[in-house]
């Protein structure tokens, strides 16, 4: 009985080692997961800040895997049907206006999404702090009874981003806190922050979050969380052009 | 012959009867031709510089491409024939200097900034002497081989990234399936080239590297040749269609550029043009001189005609003054063009102008460049014209009525 607890408690050692000391990539793995889920779909609004004029815009997000994704703008009515399409690395988007489907081309995507603080690359490719970073767990805090990692990554030297370094604040329960991102010489450069956390539809989920640059305090993109659907089934027939152009809503 | 001489030494002498009138007529003729050619040589050097620049900006006097690349240059539209193929028929065909390249529009981003760039695929020891950079003047290191990893920019374009040698910038394309190209590139050099246009808008990286990137294989944009003398390019030009498939373009740097290949036909025209106007001014002063002088000797010349002087004789003396007033002029003005080009030799510094020189494409030293043609074609149009113009005074002054013309009172 001695011997079986010992052999036991060597099997374990493994285990307890990973919980004392957490692997920061599988953190950032998991926070990811916990904020896409296996499938989505949202109902968001997103408000555009600028020193001279505000806007916002509703808009309804499906979200399947890793990689794709689909957002269509539903007020105001200007801009209703407005729509954006990821499937794996490429991006398409639909405006009624003109009624066309168009690639976005890569000169475009370091351009601005929706006229927003999001760059169409951020919007395209959320996910690639996955395998496109080395990360390492900088501290482990305490706020409000949670434990807060603080996970430091850096992008692979060929890999397609300009930081030099990003810093993630993760709480415990896998909600990003807050995002930010350095230029090469270490200097913070823009930011993405959690202002509110909600429970929806029985996870903790950032329902409120702005995307703001350093240097211009009174310029950002808020976006606001208001209802989520996690793990749903979706047919992978919506993330097509067919339905970009012509919905298929529910 | 000794009638002749007898002409020649009469229009010396008139010549400088009013020696006055003759030196301010001999100034005017000098600077008129002085201008000619100083200003010939001047634009020359202009154009001269505008495609030498031009042409660095599409180093290969020379060049082959997928004949849809012109329009679209679109990486679907490569060279059929694999690199390693045209790098076997280039290879023993005695050419001066050729490179195959990869040239892709992209977009180039950083931390702060984004720009769309011209990205080029080199072997940098195929480039050696067929670019525009100057690699004696770059920050940190130039590329080193075909398969380097990292890119060198122009000096300007770091600037508008803030970015600087040693940092990682991402550069975006897209692929023959016109899926998305990108990946992340440290810079390790940053050069300078003779135009700002340049700095901004080329991006270097190497050749195999960017095959891997765009996902093209062995394969390439575009063959640039050069050989070595701009102005004569078809030599080269039929040995490399002689060497290449049929169905990809081979054109000149005329064709590719068909502004500076216009110029340079424009520009032989122009100076003509230039040297007809200035000599239309110039010849209204030596028609005016020799009426004047016709005009004044109305008795004289009466009395030669009385005496038995024939009138081609008089016609030949007028005619025989205003050449020696013309060939005196135009020594003159050759030795004074000479003098001022020759310490200006080194090139004029035009640098405050520099912008406004650079939208036209020149740089901002200027080097005048004295051509004989364009000396000869100044010095013939003035002796032919000249000659033509005092045709008309002589004539009148051959067909003088002798009685009439002596006791015509002054």
């Given amino acids: 009985m001695r011997y079986l607890a010992i052999a036991a408690s060597w099997l374990l050692l493994p285990a307890l080692a990973l919980t004392a000391e957490p692997d920061a990539s599988q953190i950032v793995r998991d926070t990811i997961d916990n904020w896409r889920g296996v499938s989505s779909y949202s109902e968001m609004t997103m408000t555009i800040h600028r020193p001279d004029w505000e806007r916002s815009m509703t808009m309804r997000g499906w979200t399947k895997g890793d990689d794709q994704s689909l957002v269509r703008v539903t007020a105001p009515q200007k801009d209703r049907g407005n729509g954006t399409l990821i499937d794996g690395n490429s991006m398409w988007s639909f405006s009624p206006k003109v009624n066309r489907v168009i690639k976005v081309p890569s000169s475009m995507m370091a351009q601005s999404w929706m006229g927003s603080d999001f760059s169409n690359k951020d919007i395209a490719k959320s996910d690639d702090i996955i395998d496109q970073y080395d990360h390492t767990l900088l501290s482990v805090s305490e706020e409000n009874g949670f434990k807060v990692y603080e996970i430091e990554s850096v992008p692979h030297e060929e890999a397609a981003v300009v930081w030099g370094k990003e810093v993630l604040r993760i709480r415990e329960d896998h909600v990003l806190l807050e995002q930010k991102f350095f230029d090469q010489d270490g200097e913070l450069v823009k930011q993405l922050k959690t202002l509110k956390i909600a429970e929806m539809d029985g996870r903790q989920t950032a329902v409120q979050q702005r995307m703001g640059d350093v240097d211009a305090p009174d310029e950002w993109t808020e976006i606001q969380i208001l209802q989520v659907e996690f793990d749903i089934d979706i047919p992978d027939s919506t993330f097509t052009q067919s339905n970009l152009r012509n919905p298929r809503e529910r | ?410």
């Avoid at chain 2, 931390?111 to 195929?126: A, F, H």
């Avoid at chain 2, 398969?147 to 040693?166: C, F, H, M, Q």
């Avoid at chain 2, 036909?265 to 106007?277: A, C, E, S, Y």
Wanted: hydrophobic share 50%; aromatic share 8%.
């Fill in chain 2, 1 to 410: 012959m000794r009638t002749f001489r007898i002409l020649f030494m009469l229009a010396w002498r008139n010549l400088w009867r009013n020696h006055r009138r003759t030196l301010i007529m001999l100034a005017a003729i000098g600077v008129g031709i002085w201008a000619m050619i100083f200003m010939t040589a001047l634009t020359q050097g202009m154009v001269n510089e505008m495609i030498k620049d031009g042409i660095s900006a599409l180093p290969g006097e020379v060049q082959v491409h997928n004949p849809a690349y012109l329009d679209d240059p679109n990486i679907n539209n490569l060279i059929a024939t694999p690199d390693s193929e045209l790098e076997k028929k280039f290879t023993g065909a005695g050419l001066v200097q050729w490179a195959t390249r990869i040239k892709v529009p992209a977009v180039i981003t950083s931390e702060r900034e984004s720009r769309g760039v011209t990205l080029l695929g080199i072997d940098p020891q195929r480039e050696l002497g067929m670019t525009f950079i100057d690699l004696d003047n770059i920050d940190g290191r130039f590329l080193e081989d075909a398969a380097d990893n990292a890119v060198v920019i122009g000096r300007k374009l770091a600037t508008t990234l803030e970015t600087e040698v040693g940092k990682r910038i991402v550069l975006m394309s897209q692929d023959p399936d016109n899926e998305i190209a990108d990946r992340g590139f440290r810079v390790v050099g940053l050069f300078g080239a003779s135009q700002e246009s340049f700095e901004e808008t080329y991006v270097f990286a190497g050749k195999e590297t960017l095959q891997k990137l765009l996902k093209i294989g062995d394969h390439v944009t575009e063959v640039v040749v050069s050989g070595g003398d701009y102005r004569n390019v078809e030599p080269v030009f039929e040995k490399v269609s002689a060497l290449v498939d049929e169905d990809l373009q081979v054109s000149r740097w005329t064709d590719l550029d068909s502004y500076l290949g216009t110029m340079l036909k424009v520009m032989d025209g122009f100076v003509l043009v230039w040297v007809i106007v200035i000599f239309l001014a110039l010849s209204f002063g030596l028609v005016n001189t020799l009426v004047m002088a016709v005009f004044e000797r109305v008795r004289e010349i009466g009395l030669m005609l009385a005496l038995g002087m024939r009138p081609s004789s008089i016609l030949g003396q007028i005619v025989i003054e205003s050449m020696l007033l013309l060939f005196l002029g135009m020594f003159i003005g050759n030795v004074l063009a000479w003098l001022t080009i020759i310490p200006l030799q080194g090139g004029i510094d035009i640098s405050i102008v520099a912008e406004g020189m650079e939208m036209m494409g020149a740089s901002s030293v200027l080097v005048p460049q004295l051509r004989l043609q364009d000396v000869i074609l100044a010095n013939c149009v003035v002796l032919v014209l000249g000659f033509l113009a005092s045709l008309s005074p002589a004539w009148r002054a051959s067909r003088y009525e002798p009685i009439e013309a002596i006791t015509k009172a002054n």
